[in-house]
Nanobody, 124 residues
Framework: QVQLVESGGGLVQAGGSLRLSCAAF?????????MGWFRQAPGKEPEFVAG????????HYADPVKGRFTISRDIGKNTVYLQMNSLKPEDTAVYYC????????????????WGQGTQVTVSS
């Protein structure tokens, strides 16, 4: 059974940094074609944040986080990361890790497995 477990969320002041981690259990990240991060703010639809290919050679970022967030993965540790710098109050959301068998997509339905989410709160 595949399980993705996020960690690293918390409360941070605007301008601060957090690093989210997503560990995979039951199946190696090396067998997924793509991993991604999505987020959902209160009262809003979930949105794509960042995605990375299995090789790490392809990455995609949503416009609001470009230049501030970096996605990476460590196949040996079966973990994908989201480094978040220069955080803003509008980054406040529950962040979800996802893994899929297709291309690095921007849509939720392009990913097959999901974690439970980790809360990120940015105070002004």
């Amino acid at each position: 059974q595949v399980q993705l477990v996020e960690s690293g969320g918390g409360l941070v002041q605007a301008g601060g940094s957090l690093r989210l981690s997503c560990a995979a259990f039951g199946r190696s990240f090396s067998t997924y074609a793509a991993m991604g991060w999505f987020r959902q703010a209160p009262g809003k639809e979930p949105e794509f944040v960042a995605g990375i290919s299995r090789s790490g050679g392809i990455t995609h970022y949503a416009d609001p986080v470009k230049g501030r967030f970096t996605i990476s993965r460590d196949i040996g540790k079966n973990t994908v990361y989201l480094q978040m710098n220069s955080l803003k109050p509008e980054d406040t959301a529950v962040y979800y890790c996802a893994a899929g068998n297709g291309a690095v997509g921007l849509a939720r339905n392009e990913y097959d497995y999901w974690g439970q989410g980790t809360q990120v709160t940015v105070s002004s």
